[in-house]
Structure formats: C-alpha cells, structure tokens
C-alpha cells in the first residue's frame, strides 16, 4: 500500500470524477467505491469515497459537501513523454468545460488543476548555458499546451 494518498475533496461528484480521470489517463483503473451509512453525514447509501489509481498512483475522490472547492495552489504535474501524451492529455482534461492556463497548466471540468510536462522541458530549462536555457523559458512563459518543437526552436535560437 502507497503511505500517502492525495484525496480530493468533492461536493457529490467524485464517483464521475474519478471515472473521468481513469478514462484519460492511461493504464488507470477505479479501485474501490464506498459508500455512506446511517450515521451519515451524507446520505445513507450515497457514493462516500472512490479509490482510483492514475498510472500507479493512488488517489482518493470524497464526496464531503460544498464546503471546500480546489484552487491553484495544489495542482498535479504529468510527466509526458512525448508531444502525442501531452496533446492527448491536454484534450483529455480540458474535455467538456475545462480551462486551458498559460505554461502547461490547466483545469479540468471539476476545478482540479493539472500540470502536463514534457519530459524535455525541465530537461531545457536545466541547461547550463543560460542563454539557451532563458530562450526556452520565454517560449515556454507563450505557450498554454506546451510544444515540444517551439521548446526545441527557441533553445536552437
């Protein structure tokens, strides 16, 4: 079993949630569905939690009330391996009301915000020619979806 376990807090929409989540993240699968009993504070029988695994790593989805809402300063970072992961996520998220964000961020229909990365771009970023490295950082600050080539071409010059 993980140690940690991210759990998002949701009104009533983390069974939808996770199954959205699972569909577009590859090699992801919902693992469990819990549901509320008398004692409450949810309505007996109503969806409590989801555990869902998003390519190995687990999360738990709560169904706790109105109370909390999701914001920017958590959000989880995808490493992508290639352009094709990064577009296919990117639809994926953003599919039926999401919101793209400038430098690779984003949030999905739920509020929840995403970090889709390239591998390369940390990898450019890191360069140690600092002229090489600030080109890609200009590139990457106007961009939203990140773009693999318009990464390459600016560290290029």
Known sequence: MQKITPCLWFDDRA??????????VPGSRIVEIRHYGEAGPRPAGMVM??????????F??????????????????VDCASQEEVDALWAGFTEGGGEEGPCGWLKDKYGVSWQI??????ELL???????????MRAMLGMK???IQGLMDAYEG
Do not use: C, H, M
Not at 117 to 122: E, G, I, M, Q, S
Not at 126 to 135: H, I, L, W
């Open 15 to 24: 069974e939808e949630a996770a199954t959205f989540y699972t569909s577009v």
């Open 49 to 58: 939690t989801v555990g869902f695994e998003l390519a190995g790593q687990r």
């Open 60 to 77: 738990l989805a709560l169904n706790g009330g109105p109370q909390f809402t999701f914001n920017e300063a958590i959000s989880l970072s």
């Open 117 to 122: 990365v390239p591998r390369a771009l940390p």
């Open 126 to 136: 890191g360069d140690p020619d600092p002229v090489k490295s600030q080109r890609v």
């Open 145 to 147: 979806k990140i773009d």
